[in-house]
Structure formats: C-alpha cells, structure tokens
C-alpha cells in the first residue's frame, strides 16, 4: 500500500499541467477514500499548495519539487561542525554554522544560478 499511495503522488507531480494534476488528485482520492482515510484528509488539505511548481516553466519543476539544495547545505554544516567536534559554547557553533552560510551564500551570489528565469 505505501509504495501504490508513493506512485500516486509521483504520477501527481510528474504531470504534464496544473489541471491534468487536479484531474489526478481526485483519481487518488476516490481510489483511497476507504482504504487511507488519513492519508486522503492529507492530500485534500495540503497537495494543492504543491501545485504552485506548475506556474514556473518546466525546466524548473523538478527543481522546485525538491529539498535537494537544502539537504545539500545541511551536509555542508555537519560535514564542517563534526571537525571542531566540540564548542566551548553556543555562540562559537553558531559563529560557524553562520559563517558556512555566509561562504554558500557568497558562492551562489557570485557564480551559480540554481534557477535561470530567463530559460524557458
């Protein structure tokens, strides 16, 4: 059941437009409603949000959709704080914590382009 409820988002989000998702979402919720009640009350409430990712252009989409940049900076702070192993106090991990944010923020500002809105 989980990996069928897992295909259903993923065919959700893998579609080719907003509306062909709304016409997705309610497939999923008629095929659900008795068997994941819980899961159904979910998607009803909070999936539309998750829609917004049609309004840019394609090429984007997978981008948006995913938390890929965020788990990468997360990596980034362990990977650094695991180094000094231990901090004579709050301040000084947070002095670092900020200073990895800084330096990501400085890279990115300078050279990367995560998402170019001039591409369509």
């Not at 509306?19 to 497939?27: D, F, G, S």
Request: aromatic share 10%; charged share 25%.
């Amino acid at each position: 059941m989980r990996a069928e409820i897992g295909q259903a988002m993923r065919d959700i989000f893998n579609s080719p437009s907003a509306a062909h998702a709304e016409v997705m979402l309610k497939q999923v919720v008629a095929k659900f409603a008795k068997t994941a009640p819980r899961f159904v009350a979910w998607l009803e409430e909070n999936v539309a949000q998750g829609f917004t990712v049609f309004l840019f252009p394609r090429a984007h989409w997978k981008k948006l959709r995913t938390s890929n940049v965020l788990e990468r900076v997360n990596r980034e702070i362990k990977r650094r704080t695991r180094v000094a192993v231990l901090f004579p106090n709050q301040d000084s991990c947070l002095r670092l914590v900020s200073a990895v944010l800084q330096e990501i923020h400085e890279e990115w500002i300078t050279g990367r382009t995560y998402l170019d809105m001039t591409q369509v």
